[in-house]
């Protein structure tokens, strides 16, 4: 396999694990703390609370993803 191609397969799977793996920790943490999106009923501002740490978990997850990539290149 050619490096880059090697490279971007490794960029695609952290970014893809990053983001579900903090999606998931985002909304646990929302849970824990009563804000649960995904079994609220309706869009009132605890389930949207609940939205806002999964986004952020998402965000998050990706970030370190990458950041622990770019750790694992350093020579």
């Known amino acids: 396999m050619e490096p880059a191609l090697r490279n971007a397969l490794k960029e695609g ?3 893809a ?6 999606a ?3 909304w646990s943490l929302g849970r824990l703390l009563g804000f649960d999106f995904v ?7 605890r389930s949207m ?3 806002v740490f999964i986004l952020l978990g998402c965000g998050l997850g990706k970030w370190l ?9 350093k020579p």
């Open 39 to 45: 079994a609220s009923p309706g869009y009132d501002a």
């Open 49 to 51: 609370a609940g939205l």
């Open 65 to 73: 993803a990458r950041h622990w990539l770019a750790q694992q290149r």
């Open 13 to 15: 799977l952290a970014d």
């Open 17 to 22: 694990c990053g983001f579900v793996l903090g």
């Open 24 to 26: 998931l920790a985002g």
